[in-house]
């Protein structure tokens, strides 16, 4: 399916700065908060711009964002301890089904293991292959380094206030 962005015909000038003014403007003239509206439009704006390049990099490298994110995740725990299909479906925002059938394709590719839990044999743990971790380690530096590009006009102190805005907003819970 395709992305919002992608099925509506968005493009890069439809994220533009100029193009979220305009759109606040627009709203602000039939009498709505033009601020909370120019707000909300740049930080979703923003958050397309900042995947655009890594998504580049991972397309080259034959991975979609969603594979990249499972590899990823067991990339981190690596060694530490055994990840379960539940716990990566947690912090994917994905359901359990949808997340069995993304592991199922990565275990056919022999990109992750699948073993039954010892403790919980409703459960299984994962972890990456050789090779998995192996195609992680020939994207990430590439991938770290298009992020890297992508926050360019920010300077590193710029970068840590908005990580605490937006760590406030993130933290609060409208209600």
Do not use: C, N
């Not at 089904?97 to 039954?116: C, F, I, N, Q, Y």
């Amino acid at each position: 399916m395709a992305s919002p962005e992608t099925q509506f015909g968005a493009d890069e000038d439809t994220h533009s700065s100029r193009a979220v003014h305009e759109l606040a403007a627009q709203w602000e003239r039939r009498g709505h908060d033009s601020q909370q509206v120019e707000l909300i439009a740049l930080v979703r704006s923003t958050a397309i711009h900042l995947r655009s390049g890594a998504d580049v990099v991972l397309a080259a490298h034959g991975l979609s964002r969603e594979i990249f994110d499972i590899l990823a995740a067991l990339y981190r725990a690596d060694g530490d301890t055994f990840v379960t299909q539940a716990q990566l479906a947690g912090q994917m925002f994905v359901t359990q089904a949808g997340m069995k059938k993304r592991l199922g394709r990565l275990h056919e590719m022999g990109l992750v293991t699948r073993s039954l839990d010892p403790k919980d044999a409703r459960q299984y743990q994962l972890a990456l292959t050789d090779d998995g971790r192996a195609v992680l380690d020939g994207v990430l530096d590439e991938f770290f380094a298009a992020e890297a590009a992508s926050l360019g006009g920010l300077a590193e102190a710029d970068q840590r206030q908005l990580i605490r805005l937006l760590q406030r907003l993130l933290a609060h819970k409208p209600g």
